[in-house]
Nanobody
Framework: QLQLVESGGGLVQPGGSLRLSCTAS????????IGWFRQAPGKEREAIAC???????AYADSVQGRFTTSRDSAKSTVYLQMSSLKPEDTAVYYC????????????????WGKGTVVTVSS
């Protein structure tokens, strides 16, 4: 059974950093796209980063230059390194999976984790 589990969320001050992890089970990263999404209270879920099945990454404008996604296949884990965090980055962060995809959109992903909460506040 394919499962994704996010971890690493928490409370951080503005300007700080966090690294989120998305640990996978039941599948390998070969031919897989892993996307990172977030949903703030009262807002729609948005895509913020995508690690496509072709190995390429893409980022939303709102996080470009501040967030980086990468994967460690040996650990079955994809990471989202977040730096220069802002209060508007506060949200529940999710990772999601899709086979054979080079882009990540909320409506297209096949499997989702349950999310981890990130709060940016002083």
């Amino acid at each position: 059974q394919l499962q994704l589990v996010e971890s690493g969320g928490g409370l951080v001050q503005p300007g700080g950093s966090l690294r989120l992890s998305c640990t996978a089970s039941g599948f390998t990263f070969d031919y897989s796209a892993i996307g990172w999404f977030r949903q703030a209270p009262g807002k729609e879920r948005e895509a913020i980063a995508c690690l496509g099945s072709n190995g390429r990454t893409a980022y939303a404008d709102s996080v470009q230059g501040r967030f980086t996604t990468s994967r460690d296949s040996a650990k079955s884990t994809v990471y989202l390194q977040m730096s220069s965090l802002k209060p508007e980055d506060t949200a529940v962060y999710y990772c999601a999976h899709k086979w054979y995809a080079t882009s990540c959109t909320p409506d297209d992903m096949s499997h989702w984790g349950k999310g981890t909460v990130v709060t940016v506040s002083s």
